[in-house]
């Protein structure tokens, strides 16, 4: 059987069109297609990045046209979209996230995005500001005091950002929404209700699967690595 062979033109093409940027839009763009736009990429890149506008808002004009960047906002309050580690800090479908439940029940497993002993020093603050959100609501870090300066006279994070990133990452708490940009954090169950953690998630290797699936359609064509670089996921190490 012999290969199928595509011209370098229609590898550009297929590529584009996976990710929803060979044919310019024929309509005008609707709240709806903020999660269509998302699903079809997999996933979004949530990048600080500043110049024009903050760089979701950007891959979302590049293949909508003119829209709203208040949608995007409305779709993470609404419960259409979630936060999580994908490529990195990504948006992503709220329906995936029995995808990348896994990792939130391993965080150690997620490298520096972790810190396992900060966590377990700082376990009853910590414990303390669950309670907080438990009886009070959502809350973003800039609801605590302002850091200090440290001693080389860098402002310092304040302990309740990284406390609420640590508990971000272990799946304690999730995104509800963004003010200004900055992530408003609720606690998981109250989120995601409905969800048991004995019952509902996918094993990693089912998870991964699925992932890799999703990468293949979102890339249309690809080289072997950046399969497994979409989701971040760990290639195997394969003897010679």
């Not at 059987?1 to 595509?6: K, T, V, W």
């Not at 709220?94 to 965080?107: G, K, N, Q, T």
Request: glycine residues 4%.
């Amino acid at each position: 059987m012999s290969l199928p062979h595509l011209s370098l033109t229609d590898a550009r093409h297929l590529h584009l069109a996976a990710q929803g940027l060979l044919k310019k839009t024929r309509r005008r763009a609707t709240p709806a297609d903020i999660l269509a736009t998302i699903s079809r990429m997999s996933l979004l890149q949530i990048d600080t990045i500043n110049i024009v506008a903050r760089s979701p808002y950007l891959v979302l004009f590049s293949r909508l046209g003119d829209y709203s960047p208040q949608w995007l906002d409305d779709s993470l309050q609404q419960g259409e979209l979630m936060e999580y580690w994908a490529h990195e800090a990504c948006f992503l479908p709220r329906s995936d996230f029995m995808l990348i439940r896994h990792r939130m029940l391993a965080p150690e497993n997620m490298g520096w995005k972790y810190k396992a002993a900060w966590m377990k020093e700082h376990a009853h603050e910590i414990e303390q500001l669950l309670q907080h959100i438990q009886h009070n609501g959502p809350v973003r870090s800039a609801d605590f005091e302002h850091p200090r300066k440290g001693t080389s006279g860098w402002w310092e994070w304040k302990p309740q950002k990284r406390h609420l990133e640590g508990l971000f990452t272990a799946g304690k708490v999730m995104v509800v929404e963004r003010r200004n940009f900055q992530r408003v954090y609720d606690l998981t169950h109250r989120v995601m209700p409905h969800w048991d953690d004995e019952r509902d998630p996918l094993s990693q290797e089912d998870a991964e699967s699925v992932m890799l699936d999703n990468s293949a359609r979102s890339l249309g064509i690809f080289r072997e690595q950046w399969l497994a670089d979409y989701y971040r996921l760990k290639r195997p190490a394969l003897k010679n």
